[in-house]
């Protein structure tokens, strides 16, 4: 029976065992989920009191939790100044967008890059594309002077520097004598620094933002001015679009008025005008004005043209402009020559001889012009012709005058001096260069006295010359050039016009 007895035993203490062991985990399961659950609450409790910006540490670790703390801090932080930028970015986009007047949207951007930039100055210069020069067009904190001294070209100065290299430029180094200087009550004080911004839209170059402060720029500065200059392109190519629409809308009313206004009496004024011009034209006889077809049949042929041409207006009206033209003339197809050339550049002129109707050449001075539809096609031409031979002639006696007065001066032995009233050295012959060995550049403007030896004495007889009207003669010394003077006969008289006027004094000399 003792074996089965210990069998007993070892069942008991078997069962005794599996029971404590039992006991022992569910007591050290307890003791687990229960520090589990602990912990969790801790946990969350020091979450909460991360939220309520409280200083925390774990009592069971004791490791400090401030590292995550400030990194959250930060975080924060950066993530408030991002969006500060953003709204600030935001709000002047919305000033841009609902402005559309460019004076307005300007000044109200302004103010607000300025307070967003801490800009104690502020100044937009719009592009104008057809001067190619930076306009300004908007400024704070400067005097009403800059409006009138500066327009500014590409590469001129800072501003235009900018505009040619279309990259932001911040100067620091701002000379004392800026216009950037403002006026306090301590006195004048300027900017730390200069920032100027090209504002560009795909390629071209809207106008430059240009801002000043006492302060300076920081990056933050920087990334608002670059994230809003966009849409300040948009917003002024908007604008401009805007008030070039308004002034074609403005034009084209005031077109649509005066249209509408000619239209109610636009029969009489045009029966009239016609009228009133053929009246003109007729009234105009020192002038021969003619006009045609395109194709150089005559519609107008004024009284003008009937004295200067020879022929009626009942003769030449509906015949072809070439019938006033020289037979070789026509021959050659002069008349159509005349005509595309006026076409193409916008008139024809013409110096030359013509024929009369009763052949008598008359020298014309003549002018070819095209005459325009609305539609800017040719449809005629206007032929004006001035009779100019009296002048011709008179040029013409002018030159034989002068060709005469070279060859009697040369042609005499002696030496000839033409003087004006007042002693002035006009002309001279070259026997007078011969005798004094000067040239005829020493003598031209020179006062006539000047030449000879004594001043006085010449000056006193050309006055009683011209005075009395009479030839005077007399013997004196000419200054000869590096040989002194040489002893001469003078005789002198008065030169006449037509009318008898005194005109000068021409003085002969002879060794």
Known sequence: MRPIAISVNMLDILALCLLI????????????????????????????????????????????????????RKLEITINEKNKTKEMIFEMAQTLAVNIELKNLLNEFLNKVMEA?????????????????????????????????????????????????????IISDIPDDSIYLSRTFIGKIKPKNLILVPVITGERLDGILVLASIYGYSEDHIIILKGIRSYLGIGITNAMAYERTQMLSKELKFQNDIIQNMNNDLENKVIERTEFLNNVINSIKDYSIISTTKNGIITTWNRGAEIINGYSADEMIGRNIAINYSEKDRENGKAVRDFKIAEKDGEYLEYGWRNKKSGERYFADTIITPIYDNSKQVIGFTNIIKDITSIKSMEQALMNEKLFKNKMMESFDRAIILIDTAGIIQDMNDKLLQITNYQRFDYSGKYVAKIFENEFEIEEKIKVIMKEDIKINWKTNINIKDQGTRYIDIEAETIKDNEGFVKGVVVFIRE
């Open 21 to 72: 062991a039992a006991l022992v985990y569910l007591y050290v399961s307890y003791r687990f989920k229960k520090e589990i659950k602990r912990g969790l609450i801790r946990i969350s409790r020091e979450i909460d009191k991360i939220t309520d910006d409280k200083q925390v540490s774990t009592k069971d670790t004791n490791k400090n939790l401030n590292p995550v703390y400030n990194a959250l």
């Open 117 to 169: 930039s801490s800009s104690q100055w502020g100044a937009f210069y719009i592009h104008n594309d057809v001067t190619n020069k930076l306009e300004i067009k908007s400024s704070i904190g400067f005097s009403k002077n800059i409006y009138n001294e500066f327009d500014i070209d590409i590469g001129e100065g800072l501003v235009g520097q900018v505009a040619q290299t279309k990259k932001i430029k």
